[in-house]
Each structure stands twice: as structure tokens, then as C-alpha cells.
């Protein structure tokens, strides 16, 4: 059995990628995980419920512990790394960069370094490393401008997006100057189950659910391309078996929509599915509030996933209405998951580090 060593597999992407490896749909399987992750306010034991015991293992650890993850490496000796870890969100980042240089950046220079050291081992040939990167490093576009290619040149705006360029950048300059077998996709907003509710999908759905205001940025024009975390998933496991070494691949999901016509789609999908005990005198649609704009937005984002469709056959499956509708079912069917994130219970079995932040958005609306 082949073993991938995971960073971040706690996490949203990381969790949903950890669930699908282990399932009969996963490419190339049989696979055996090794999911190193900090478990930060993001990492979520309860997002890696019903893993299969015998193939994956959870080690709490930071990737900016060289020495632990040379050991781990020497120790597992898996095929690959799959690299989600990061600090995700560009409203914190705003507040409060240090921590995204430190894992984004610094974190992905450790990894490289440990990785390079065990690939010139030699203990495995076919050995690859995938970073998983965003489509805002391309920076925005506007309305009327082509979707990013792999060519476009990096413009980030967000100090989470230049720490996730610099990221990028770095293990290019592995790939060149040591022959690191590298790949890198710059993939589109996620959405789908075990989303942390800070950000846009989760955060309204939870406050519609309760009746409470949601929060639009702005104007609300903003567009992004959404695509659902399966989709994104089959991808990685395609880029990953199929993929050139050195190669970067756009993954997207062909569904541009603005912010205010997701928040009303969600409102609409409340109005007519929310359970007993949650129904409003209001159509949902009231709830939304306009707040001050988050500090050089970005206004658009668009992929050219042609590369990926190309070379790999990927495309993505699933409709974003209907994924959107599967979400909110999700969600609404496991309450517990978020419930336990609001309560601060979800880090109980993971103490250490604890502080007790709080759920919120720039204008101060806990989900
Ligand atoms: P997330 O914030 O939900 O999860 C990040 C995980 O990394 C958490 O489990 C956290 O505990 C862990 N982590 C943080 N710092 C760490 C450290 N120093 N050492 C070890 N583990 C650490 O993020 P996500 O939304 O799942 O995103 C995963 C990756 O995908 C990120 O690299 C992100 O940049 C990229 N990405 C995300 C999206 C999206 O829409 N969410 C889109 C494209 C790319
Ligand atoms: P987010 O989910 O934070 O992802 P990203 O910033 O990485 O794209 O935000 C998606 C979009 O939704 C983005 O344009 C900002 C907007 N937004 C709001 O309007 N209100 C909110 O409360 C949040 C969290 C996001």
C-alpha cells in the first residue's frame, strides 16, 4: 500500500481530501495517510470522524518542525506529500499577518528542505510533492478580462495571498534549482462540507439558519469561482498520479457567481428547508446587511482550467446550485460539527494552544 503524508489534513480541504483517498473512488489506491497537522483554531478532529483507523493516522505537529517531519518521513516513507497547511482566511491575515509568513511561507521552505533531504535518499523514485495553492495569487480581474491561465503573472493583493505567491515561488525554485519533483495547483474557492464558518458559505448559512444579519462585503459584486471540495479532490488525486513534475495546473470550477447572489440563493434555500423551530416571519433575504468593504478586495477571480481538462481529463462534476443545495443539507444535518465549532468543544481533545477565538467577520457578527 502507497502512503501520501498529508499536512493540514484537518482542515477543510485537507479533511474532505483525507476522507476521499481513503474511499473506493480514489485513484490509484489503495492509499495509507499520515495527516500532520497542528491543529490550530482550523484543525478540526471532528472533521476526521470515520476515517479508517487502519490506514490513516493523525500527528499533531507543525511543519515548521523540521526535525519531526525528517523523522516522520524517514519513518512512513510515503510516495508523496500533499501539502494543504496554511492559514486560509484573508480577513485574518488582514488583522494579523505573522502567523500566515510563518506557516504559508517559512512552514513550506521546512517541508521543501525535508523533503528534498528523504527524495535524495532515494527511498522512493516516483516520490512527488504537491502543494496546494489558490487562484489569488493571480491577484483580480476585471469584469470584461480573460480568466487566469498558468502563464498569468502573480499580483497578490491579500497579505494571505502574497504569503501563499511567496509559497508558490519557492517550491518552483525546488523544482529548478534541486530537481525537487514538484507540483502546483492554484485552485478557486472551495465550498461543500466541513467548511470553517468564517468563511462566506458557512458564515451566512449559519446566520440565516438563526435569523441573524448577514454580512456582505461592500457591495456584494464581487465574483468568485466556486468550486465544490469533491471536485477539487478528484483533481488533486489526478495532478497527483497524472501530473507532470515541475507542472502548475489552474483548477476551477466554472461557476462564477457574485457574493450577493450566493447569500441570496442560501436565504432562498433557509426559507424553504430549514428545520422545525427555525422558521422566520421574514423571507431571509431581509437579513442582508451591507458592511464597510474588506481592505483591498479583490473583484474578481476566474479560471481557464484547460490545462488540467487537457492533459488529465479532469472537469468538475458537480453544478454549483445543486452542490450548494448539498451543503446546506450537510450542514443542517450535522449541526453538531458546528455546533461544537461555536462552543469551542470541537478542541477539547486538542487543548493545547487553545485561545478561545471567537467566530466572526469584519463587522463583528459571530456565526
Ligand atoms: P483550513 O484553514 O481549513 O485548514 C488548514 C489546516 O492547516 C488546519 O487543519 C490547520 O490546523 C493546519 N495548519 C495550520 N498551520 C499549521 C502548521 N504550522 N503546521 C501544521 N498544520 C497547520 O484551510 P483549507 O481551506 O482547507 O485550505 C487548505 C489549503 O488549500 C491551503 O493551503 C489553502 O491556501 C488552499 N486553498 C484553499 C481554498 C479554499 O477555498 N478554501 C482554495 C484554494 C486553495
Ligand atoms: P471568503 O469565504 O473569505 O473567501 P476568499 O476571501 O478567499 O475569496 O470570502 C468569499 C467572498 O465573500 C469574498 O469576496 C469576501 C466575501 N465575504 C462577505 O461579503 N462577507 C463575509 O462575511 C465573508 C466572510 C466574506
Redesign the pocket.
Known amino acids: 500500500m502507497k502512503t501520501i503524508l498529508v499536512?493540514?489534513?484537518?482542515?477543510?480541504?485537507?479533511?474532505n481530501f483525507v476522507h476521499h483517498a481513503l474511499g473506493s473512488r480514489a485513484d490509484s489506491g489503495p492509499w495509507k495517510l499520515v495527516n500532520?497537522?497542528?491543529?490550530?483554531?482550523?484543525?478540526?478532529l471532528d472533521s476526521l470522524e470515520g476515517a479508517d483507523r487502519d490506514r490513516h493516522e493523525l500527528i499533531q505537529?507543525?511543519?515548521?518542525d523540521g526535525k519531526q517531519i525528517r523523522a516522520l518521513l524517514d519513518r512512513h516513507q510515503p510516495s508523496a506529500i500533499v501539502?494543504?497547511?496554511?492559514?486560509?482566511?484573508v480577513d485574518r491575515s488582514i488583522d494579523d499577518a505573522a502567523?500566515f509568513i510563518?506557516?504559508?511561507v517559512q512552514?513550506t521552505q521546512v517541508l521543501l528542505e525535508a523533503a528534498l533531504d528523504y527524495w535524495k535518499t532515494g527511498t522512493c523514485n516516483a516520490f512527488r510533492f504537491l502543494h496546494?495553492?489558490?487562484?489569488?495569487v493571480y491577484g483580480d480581474l476585471a469584469v470584461d478580462d480573460p480568466a487566469f491561465t498558468e502563464q498569468t503573472p502573480y499580483q497578490p493583493s491579500s497579505p494571505?495571498a502574497a504569503s501563499?505567491a511567496a509559497a508558490d515561488h519557492l517550491v518552483r525554485a525546488w523544482h529548478r534549482t534541486f530537481g525537487l519533483p514538484v507540483l502546483i495547483?492554484?485552485?478557486?474557492?472551495?465550498?461543500g462540507p466541513r467548511?470553517?464558518p468564517e468563511?462566506l458559505i458557512p458564515l451566512m448559512m449559519i446566520n440565516a439558519l438563526h435569523g441573524r444579519a448577514l454580512p456582505v462585503y461592500g457591495d456584494g459584486q464581487q465574483r468568485r469561482d466556486w468550486?465544490h471540495v469533491d471536485d477539487?479532490c478528484r483533481a488533486l488525486m489526478a495532478v497527483l498520479n497524472r501530473g507532470e513534475p515541475g507542472r502548475t495546473y489552474n483548477i476551477g470550477g466554472n461557476a462564477e457567481r457574485d457574493n450577493l447572489t450566493v447569500v441570496q440563493a442560501i436565504c432562498d434555500l433557509l426559507d424553504q428547508r430549514a428545520p422545525e423551530g427555525f422558521s422566520l416571519d421574514q423571507p431571509r433575504r431581509e437579513l442582508i446587511e451591507f458592511v464597510t468593504d474588506r481592505p483591498g478586495h479583490d473583484r474578481r477571480y476566474a479560471i481557464n482550467a484547460g490545462r488540467i481538462e487537457q492533459e488529465l481529463g479532469w472537469r468538475p462534476q458537480m453544478k454549483f446550485e445543486v452542490g450548494l443545495e448539498h451543503t446546506i443539507d450537510w450542514y443542517l444535518n450535522n449541526a453538531q460539527w458546528w455546533q461544537r465549532i461555536q462552543s469551542g468543544a470541537y478542541r477539547e481533545s486538542s487543548r493545547e494552544g487553545y485561545s478561545g477565538e471567537r467566530l466572526g467577520t469584519r463587522s463583528g457578527q459571530a456565526a
Open positions: 499536512t493540514g489534513g484537518a482542515g477543510f480541504i485537507g479533511s500532520v497537522d497542528l491543529l490550530t483554531y482550523a484543525g478540526n505537529a507543525d511543519i515548521n501539502h494543504f497547511a496554511a492559514e486560509s482566511h502567523s510563518r506557516t504559508n512552514g496546494v495553492s489558490t487562484d489569488e494571505y501563499k495547483t492554484n485552485c478557486s474557492n472551495n465550498y467548511q470553517f468563511k468550486l477539487h
